[in-house]
């Protein structure tokens, strides 16, 4: 009889460590030591509620099921524990638990688990580096309660792994056009090719061309969450300065909530890597910033809101409220507003015909993979549009650049523009832009000019990354703030005498450095107007505005 299938863990040592007796003995004081049984499961894939187990003696065996095939991912030893991110974030679980030799544990539920890992450093390395390491094994191999069947012809279907890959969630695409078990999976389902993208969710449900939120609810991100209960300090943007906010309002003691429309990462989760980001010389990539940045915040007890988004600011009442895509209306005291910025679209007729298929406005493994080599346009001069163009062209590509521009040096890195120039498929093309598209199901031919020479020329490109300029995300705020003449957020001293008597400030104080003409309303990182366009001083700023914040609640 074959032995059933192993999966492969690239770090043990990190993945799966082994606890002292002393290290033990402080986990114990904050749980209960009970007996298993050989062949008890302690939790299954899907459940919402679930501990943290550490073996005293016996062992545990973790696997991950799909329908009849069990796949084994760990042994859990004396001194090692169960477990991974999601007991931090607290999600359903991705993993079966069941007891392979009869013996004792130490159980913890995720309440414990919290306070343990912010009040014991060592105990928190340990367990979070563990939490991390294995959410990335799961990932990269595909375990998860998530099946994606789609076609590279389908906007949805890139929406839908670019949410889930982005969340951290581990999934498997299977491609409607490439792979033969397709058609049994979805004839299983009652469910056709023309429904797609379709989401198998957790191997019960599935979902037709799921909006994001429905992905969400499906998988339990926000289960669990009061939208309703009065908050310190409510988040909007899950961007590194929100992030940066959430993280510091939290582990100052304040209760905190963050609203994050799709995912956590903002413009900065869409860069393949950032070099230039203090303290990570080998640079780090945008997902993996602002995943380890979230996994942050909910370790010190902030709540996040996955796929809503804030649609309209509550202003004229105190406490303020915020009124998300799912109707709630959330209170809080303070509002950080970390809404970022979009990247400015072309304008052509038939863009959006191709958004999705063709057009992209991220540079991902996702659609790294799309790709496959081909010849890609890059729009943009800025450095997301180099960190872009590098990435596309080590995955083989080659790659175009378009700026409208005399060239790059105004707007984009030294260090990206020297790599740029060292990578001999780059080609940059000055003082040009596109002027048509044209394709079927996907795009298939791109016109660009040259605005110098006002030559004209068609190439035969079926992907195009546009990463060109910043429009705030400030159209929610339904004139509650005073914005500049482009839209942003204006705060602290950009704010004139004139226009916080229009917004009928009532304190006698001016407002502090990043607080908007409404007391108790912060911005911060690319939606205020006058911020630097860099991570680390979104991030700076999301850090700052926590003291502001404290001196306005204790007014």
């Known amino acids: 009889m074959a032995a059933p299938p192993t999966a492969k863990i690239s770090n043990v040592a990190q993945a799966f460590p082994t606890l002292t007796p002393a290290q033990m003995a402080r986990v114990a004081a904050r749980g209960r030591v009970r007996a298993v049984e050989r062949g008890q499961i ?29 796949t084994h991912i760990a042994t859990i030893q004396p001194g090692q524990f169960t477990g991974e991110a999601n007991i931090i974030s607290g999600r359903p679980v991705v993993a079966r638990m069941r007891v392979q030799e009869s013996g004792e544990v130490i159980e913890l539920d995720r309440e414990s688990v919290l306070a343990l890992i912010q009040s014991d450093a060592e105990l928190s390395e340990i367990f979070m580096l563990a939490y991390l390491r294995r959410r990335v094994d799961l990932i990269a191999q595909g375990f998860g309660d998530v099946i994606v069947v789609g076609s590279v012809h389908s906007a949805g279907t890139l929406r839908i792994r670019e949410f889930l890959t982005r969340n951290g969630h581990p ?34 449900a599935a979902l037709r061309n799921p909006t994001n939120r429905q992905v969400a609810d499906c998988l339990g991100f926000n289960a669990g969450i009061d939208e309703t209960h009065l908050r310190d300090l409510i988040v909007i943007g899950a961007g590194p300065a929100g992030l940066a906010a959430a993280v510091y309002g939290a582990s100052e003691g304040l209760d905190v909530l963050v609203l994050e429309a799709i995912s956590p990462g903002g413009q900065a ?68 507003i970390a809404t970022g910025a979009e990247y400015r679209k072309l304008p052509l007729e038939n863009l959006a015909r191709f958004e999705g298929t063709g057009i992209y406005y991220a540079a991902t493994q996702v659609e790294g993979q799309l790709c496959g080599g081909e010849d890609v346009i890059v729009v943009g001069g800025g450095n997301s549009a180099g960190q872009a163009a590098v990435f596309l062209a080590q995955k083989g590509s080659r790659v175009n650049i378009l700026v409208r521009g005399a060239g790059l040096a105004a707007t984009m890195s030294r260090y990206l523009i020297r790599r740029i120039e060292e990578t001999p498929n780059i080609e940059l093309h000055s003082r040009t832009e596109i002027v048509g598209l044209d394709g079927g199901e996907h795009l298939e031919r791109v016109r660009w000019r040259n605005n110098q020479t006002g030559a004209v020329e068609e190439r035969n490109i079926r992907h195009v990354f546009l990463m060109m300029g910043a429009i705030p995300n400030t159209g929610w705020l339904n004139g509650c703030v005073t914005l500049d003449a482009k839209g942003f957020i204006k705060t602290g001293p950009d704010l004139s005498p004139e226009e916080l008597v229009a917004a009928q400030w009532p304190l006698a104080r001016r407002p502090y450095m990043l607080e908007t003409s409404l007391p108790g309303i912060f911005a911060v990182g690319d939606v205020r107007g006058g911020s630097v366009k860099r991570v680390a001083s979104a991030v700076g700023e999301g850090s700052v505005a926590i003291s502001f914040v404290h001196s306005f609640l204790n007014e």
Do not use: M
């Open 42 to 70: 302690l939790y299954d894939q899907g459940d919402q509620t679930h501990a943290v187990f550490v073996v005293k003696t016996g062992a545990l065996e973790g696997s991950w099921v799909s329908g009849s095939v069990e």
């Open 171 to 204: 999934h498997s695409y299977l491609d409607v056009e490439r792979d033969p078990s397709v058609q049994d999976l979805l004839d299983h389902f009652h469910v056709t090719a023309a429904d797609v993208p379709v989401v198998i969710c957790r191997g019960n």
């Open 269 to 336: 989760g869409s860069s393949s890597r950032i070099e230039n980001y203090l303290g990570f010389p080998l640079g780090i990539s945008g997902q993996d910033l602002a995943g380890r940045a979230y996994s942050q915040a909910q370790k010190f007890g902030a709540q996040v809101l996955i796929a809503r988004g804030a649609q309209r600011l509550s202003c004229q009442r105190r406490p303020y409220a915020i009124d998300a895509e799912d109707g709630a209306s959330v209170p809080a005291r303070a509002v950080v």
